[in-house]
């Protein structure tokens, strides 16, 4: 049976995918059809306090569309020293700004600080949905700080200002592949493909 990805967000979608196959690569035993949803979603359908609600709603209204299973996220950056703002807002606040300028606020705020308060995580919530009310929850967090500047191309969102401390670099300098080895996204969607291993009837 075939499994909707419930995302409007191009780099989001491939980083599953990419996700998806570094997963099969490592076991060639499992397979799932994942599918692109390509109608519309809503944008108040992620206006909750938690990633968990912005999550399953936007899994839902889906499932709404195509009565088969459904799988979704949400993810944001938390910053310590703001009480882990913006967290589940990461995408909404300052709407008046590019991404880019978003980040470089943030730069901007956290550049002359020790690097004991740069502390920040990368959060994400996936979920699972199999019908209406039957659904799965995977959740992952990376930590890191926030980088002096700007740096990096790849990746999106605020990946040009968190450091994998591991290795040193942004997400913004890492490319999809090595990104999908190590982020919040890659840890909570393996944990999602172990889940879906493990109970191979769940989805038929």
Do not use: W
């Not at 967000?9 to 570094?22: D, G, M």
């Not at 799932?32 to 809503?42: A, F, T, V």
């Not at 002359?112 to 502390?119: N, T």
Request: charged share 25%; net charge neutral; aromatic share 16%.
């Amino acid at each position: 049976m075939v499994i909707y990805l419930a995302t409007k967000n191009f780099h989001k979608v491939r980083e599953i995918f990419h996700i998806l196959s570094i997963y099969q690569e490592e076991n060639p035993d499992f397979y799932i059809e994942l599918k692109e949803y390509e109608g519309d979603i809503p944008q108040d359908i992620e206006v909750y306090d938690n990633y968990h609600d912005n999550a399953v709603k936007k899994a839902q209204y889906v499932y709404h569309q195509v009565l088969a299973p459904v799988i979704s996220e949400d993810s944001g950056i938390e910053f310590l020293e703001l009480n882990n703002f913006p967290g589940p807002y990461s995408k909404r606040i300052f709407p008046s700004l590019a991404q880019s300028q978003k980040n470089q606020a943030f730069v901007n705020m956290f550049k002359d600080l020790d690097i004991v308060y740069r502390k920040c995580k990368y959060v994400c919530c996936a979920v699972l949905l199999i019908n209406f009310s039957n659904y799965y929850v995977f959740t992952a967090s990376v930590e890191g700080y926030v980088s002096s500047k700007v740096i990096g191309d790849n990746g999106f969102g605020y990946d040009p200002i968190f450091v994998l401390p591991s290795l040193k670099k942004t997400f913004g300098e890492i490319d999809v592949k090595l990104k999908c080895k190590y982020s919040h996204r890659a840890i909570a969607f393996k944990k999602m493909f172990d889940f879906i291993k493990s109970k191979p009837h769940l989805i038929k």
